[in-house]
């Protein structure tokens, strides 16, 4: 497994993480989906142990993950498995559970989230503690006040690195100079590479002040893996952020299985193949420090670790974008 350095801090994750947004069950935030279809505490054990004795030592969390399940739960299999939680990278956002506060990122719930983040997790430090958006009121009004309680957090000792998650460039222009993270995480992959991709305006913020990008969703929430038929597509449970959805809708999978059958007749036809094509592709972006696909069991990690034994040429990678960019 190979390790990556975030920003200029001294801590280095390994290249595929794990994300636990899955582990949070299905849920609700402020009346919409925001959770996924519920998982089974031992198979996520399982999933763990095989994803650590692997190398993996990174994982991604979030306060509205099952609002706390899943960070409480990320807590129980660590110890569990007689695993050390210091021993590894363990982040965490905040922003999307606003709770009673008139919005999440008012400095007094900033911090009473980290708090309880700390709890969930138990643990005295959050290695890697993200904004988990941009939106930092209608006129950005919060964005100064938030950024000096996550920098009074790192002082106390509570965060080591600072962290930005956001969903559009303009969202990310607008806080970097301000919170000065050593981190943005955002989507990334090989249907969109759009913050990534050289001489993007987010990959000249991570250039000019020396980030390293977290991509989740490089699987494209499964869609990568061809799994998904077109005549007959998925439905999901109330609670799971997938529902109504048009990415998982008849037309939009109807096109898009073709260009995964040129991609396996290139790469080869199992599940690990296409995973493997998939986070390889993300990670030979050079700001890149790591993905963080979700799981589910076992097995569901050990596709996600074929990423780390997969190498692309440049005829290779030239091929996946003129497949599933077009």
């Not at 009121?137 to 920098?151: F, I």
Request: with cysteine; net charge neutral.
């Amino acid at each position: 497994m190979d390790y990556r350095k975030l920003g200029t801090s001294d801590l280095k994750v390994s290249e595929i993480s794990l994300g636990c947004w899955t582990m949070g069950g299905l849920n609700w935030v402020d009346g919409k989906p925001n959770g996924w279809a519920n998982v089974d505490e031992d198979e996520i054990a399982e999933a763990v142990k095989a994803a650590v004795d692997a190398g993996v030592n990174h994982f991604d969390n979030a306060d509205v993950y099952g609002n706390g399940r899943a960070e409480r739960m990320l807590r129980r299999v660590l110890r569990r498995l007689g695993l050390k939680s210091e021993d590894f990278v363990i982040a965490t956002k905040m922003g999307h559970f606003k709770g009673t506060a008139g919005h999440a990122y008012e400095p007094v719930h900033i911090r009473h989230q980290c708090e309880q983040s700390l709890i969930n997790l138990g643990r005295d430090y959050i290695d890697l503690y993200y904004f988990h958006h941009g939106d930092f009121g209608a006129k950005g009004e919060l964005l100064e006040a938030a950024a000096a309680v996550m920098d009074d957090l790192v002082r106390e000792g509570k965060v080591r690195v600072k962290g930005q998650s956001a969903y559009s460039e303009a969202d990310f222009e607008r806080a970097v100079p301000v919170v000065r993270p050593a981190v943005l995480q955002s989507w990334a992959h090989a249907l969109d590479p759009r913050f990534v991709r050289p001489g993007s305006r987010v990959s000249r913020l991570l250039e000019e002040h020396g980030m390293s990008f977290v991509a989740f969703s490089p699987l494209a929430q499964a869609r990568l893996l061809d799994k998904f038929d077109p005549a007959r597509p998925p439905s999901f449970e109330p609670g799971d952020n997938r529902r109504d959805n048009a990415a998982f809708g008849a037309e939009a999978l109807a096109a898009l299985k073709p260009k995964l059958a040129r991609l396996k007749e290139r790469f080869g036809e199992t599940t690990e193949d296409l995973a493997s094509v998939a986070l390889r592709y993300v990670l030979e972006f050079p700001k890149v420090a790591c993905v963080i696909p979700g799981f589910r069991n076992r097995r569901q990690v050990e596709c996600n670790l074929a990423g780390g034994r997969r190498q692309l040429s440049e005829d290779d990678l030239r091929f996946i974008e003129a497949t599933l960019q077009e």
